[in-house]
């Protein structure tokens, strides 16, 4: 494990944790509005999280990133044994029942940092080429991108397996891919979309037609009413209604951003989406600061990507904008799995950033291309 060196602060990206304090301090306020028992849940949740983060932060992971491809493959098997072992709820079998303590993993989550830490890991082994990536190297990437986008959508968790899949096809654009094979992959979705359609569950064609009719269902008229009523300053607690008095679903999960416009208004939900652009904008520009690192290139692009997804989809989904798919607003909503997961992803984050002149200055440890 690495000792304690001035250099670590030096390097630390403070911005990125100023970012997201008051993202998990303003959720806290939320949630504790509306619910009580909740929030002491939510506390419980900051708590794991944040011990997580610095337990990954002082982890020597670029000493023992040949663990990486070993990582991986236990939350593939974790996912296979979802298919023949897993626990079905609602319709969906997501989970693993954790025998003698009465607690039930969902593996689709836990491979979020393991799928970004392995696409990190072979990009830096093997970097693109100048014209970018020929197409022997693409498949072999992309296999370990697609691997655990089928095996979760067997699941059937589609929102998952579609964030992973665009995490992973993001990074290969930033990265640099040959354009004929991006050409050959539009065109071939293209042809497919209506057998791709067809072959959607009943729910997930549902919630399509729910987004593509002219009248939202009901928990999307009910976001609109609450963002409407906040108007440009917002409400006292007492004075939100929507949420105060149940009218509002899923008000500290899936659509907290309709109970923040409706306590902030139309200025506070320029300032929360305005944080969130400058932390992903933030992470996007690590890639000018460490040109030649494409371990900390690639993750910090994948995180970033990873955040803007998880932020643009639940954001247009309460607005009406898109289908209702049950994705958190990232370090903002209630609930353990994600939160936790992407405290888990900033602290790798931290990491590699602050521990990085050891492999800057240091021939053992000399980064390829450095």
């Not at 509306?34 to 997580?52: D, F, R």
């Amino acid at each position: 494990m690495f000792g304690i060196d001035r250099r670590i602060i030096t390097h630390f990206d403070f911005v990125t944790l100023f970012l997201i304090i008051p993202l998990i301090v303003v959720s806290m306020v939320l949630v504790s509005e509306i619910s009580e028992t909740l929030a002491t849940k939510q506390s419980i949740y900051v708590t794991v999280g944040v011990v997580l983060f610095f337990f990954f932060f002082i982890l020597p992971i670029r000493r023992f990133s040949w663990l990486i491809p070993l990582i991986y493959w236990i939350n593939i098997a974790l996912l296979l044994m979802v298919e023949f072992f897993g626990v079905s709820k609602l319709g969906a079998k997501r989970w693993l029942d954790i025998p003698f303590i009465n607690f039930t993993l969902q593996p689709s989550e836990l491979i979020k940092p393991a799928f970004i830490l392995m696409i990190s890991y072979l990009i830096h082994s093997n970097p693109p080429p100048k014209g970018g990536y020929n197409l022997k190297d693409f498949l072999k990437i992309s296999f370990f991108i697609v691997l655990p986008f089928f095996l979760i959508l067997r699941e059937p968790d589609l929102g998952t397996a579609l964030i992973l899949l665009l995490v992973g096809a993001g990074v290969l654009i930033i990265v640099g891919v040959n354009w004929k094979i991006w050409t050959t992959i539009i065109l071939t979705i293209s042809i497919s979309a209506p057998f791709l359609y067809s072959n959607l569950h009943d729910y997930q064609k549902k919630r399509i037609k729910d987004f593509l009719s002219e009248k939202p269902n009901y928990h999307v008229q009910q976001s609109i009413i609450a963002i409407g009523s906040g108007g440009l300053y917002g409400k006292d607690k007492d004075a939100a209604t929507q949420a105060q008095l149940k009218f509002l679903p899923i008000a500290t999960s899936d659509f907290i951003f309709a109970y923040f416009v409706e306590r902030f208004g139309f200025w506070g939900a320029c300032i929360l989406i305005a944080i969130y652009a400058m932390l992903i904008l933030h992470l996007m520009s690590i890639n000018y600061l460490v040109k030649n690192d494409y371990f900390i290139k690639v993750f910090a692009s994948a995180l970033s990507i990873m955040l803007f997804i998880y932020m643009s989809v639940n954001i247009a989904m309460t607005l009406g904008f898109a289908p209702v798919v049950g994705i958190p607003l990232p370090i903002f909503s209630y609930g353990g799995s994600s939160f936790v997961n992407f405290l888990i992803l900033f602290g790798i984050f931290e990491n590699l950033l602050a521990f990085r002149f050891i492999f800057m200055y240091n021939s053992k440890y000399k980064i390829k291309g450095s």
